[in-house]
């Protein structure tokens, strides 16, 4: 069974800076190409980021890029996002997939269940 678990979202003030962790288990995670997601309250889901199997392609949003980073260690089967430099529209809940998609507003795939980052002064 496939598992993703998100973890370290948390309340930061503008300007500060976050590390969600995704440990995932139940799949060949060295093989597989991972994203960030996130869904702003009352918004739809936004794609934040991908990466690679191997971490050595990575792609971004224009909204976070130059701000987050995303990463892995495949030894740890655990993916990264780094938040920097954090807005107040960078408040949503954030999560980790494989294999995604949204059909008719619908999410399809794997995904955890999420970790809030809230960023407010």
């Known amino acids: 069974e496939v598992q993703l678990v998100e973890s370290g979202g948390g309340l930061v003030q503008p300007g500060g800076s976050l590390r969600l962790s995704c440990v995932a288990s139940?799949?060949?995670?060295?093989?597989?190409?991972m994203s960030w997601v996130r869904q702003a309250p009352g918004k739809g889901l936004e794609w934040v980021s991908h990466i690679s199997s191997d971490g050595g392609t990575t792609y971004y949003a224009d909204s976070v890029k130059g701000r987050f980073t995303i990463s892995r260690d495949n030894a740890k089967n655990t993916l990264y996002l780094q938040l920097n430099s954090l807005k107040t529209e960078d408040t949503a809940r954030y999560y980790c997939a494989k294999n995604w998609a949204v059909i008719a507003g619908t999410p399809r795939g794997y995904w955890g269940q999420g970790t809030q980052v809230t960023v407010s002064s």
């Open positions: 139940g799949f060949t995670f060295s093989s597989s190409f």
